[in-house]
């Protein structure tokens, strides 16, 4: 897992370069494309693989670092689970189970599910955040960007305003 290592720690820099994600994946083997999305689709990426070697395209359709990163982590969930299947054809709306399977590798890889208990157990305080943040090497806008998702904090409080990153 030394690649989601790398992503991990690239992620948690201050912004994110495609470049460097790109020549990160390449180095490990895998293609990577970040093209516009398809006008009129929701598709945000699918995963292939090209010879015997796994390709992952992301689009330009997500909102910030933290949707980034889970599309990108999620069609690497595919790319672990589905590699032998993808060598026959392009899987871009795999079945639900597979979906969902990706979708709870993303959610691990970027937040794993005892940092998640951590974070959500008892007050949610930006100090407290900050510090599993760090400790963790997390980036803060994973955490608000999720805290959000799921409700316990609103997109326009001051903390996820503080700490989401485009």
Known sequence: MFLIKDLKELAYKEGFELEKIKELLNKYGIYFVCEKALPGTKIRGCFKVKGKQPAVYVTDNYAGK???FFELFHELGHCKSDYNEGKNKIIIDGNEKKEEKADKFALEVMI???VWNE???GKIEKNKLEKISQTEKIPMSFIVGRLAK????TYRSRLYQDNYQK
């Open 150 to 153: 799921k409700d316990l904090i």
């Open 112 to 114: 794993p599910e005892n």
């Open 66 to 68: 933290d949707s980034f």
């Open 119 to 121: 974070i959500i157990n």
